[in-house]
């Protein structure tokens, strides 16, 4: 192991379903409180890109999802971007948005094990 490292997650959302968007974060939460109880991660951040036609990430649901964040000592990241990039240039924005040492990319409705961020990050 190389020590803790920053981790920034990123999602490009397109009309994905509210329920599916706070299982993936409850899910990512977990699993990162691990990742830093075992010291593989410092800080950690998720970025969410909204590319639907009508925005997903409403006030509500970020609200939601910045509370599962937090509660895991995560920052949450949105932005609503107004047109449907694909899925490169919209990961291609949020990592130009991050800094950290690591960046997962994750489908946005991806529920990963309590052990995947833990395990991804001690990979060497």
Do not use: K
Request: glycine share 10%; proline share 4%.
């Amino acid at each position: 192991m190389s020590g803790p490292r920053t981790l920034d997650v990123q999602s490009v959302i397109y009309g994905n379903a509210e329920i599916d968007l706070l299982r993936a974060a409850e899910a990512l939460a977990h699993s990162v409180q691990l990742a830093v109880a075992a010291g593989e991660v410092s800080e950690w951040s998720l970025h969410l890109g909204d590319c639907s036609p009508e925005p997903v990430l409403t006030a509500d649901l970020l609200s939601r999802i910045e509370g599962l964040v937090t509660g895991a000592g995560g920052i949450l990241d949105a932005v609503v971007f107004g047109e449907n990039l694909g899925s490169a240039e919209g990961h291609n924005r949020l990592a130009a948005r991050g800094h950290a040492d690591l960046i997962l990319i994750l489908n946005p409705d991806a529920q990963v094990a309590p052990d995947t961020i833990g395990e991804l990050c001690a990979a060497d």
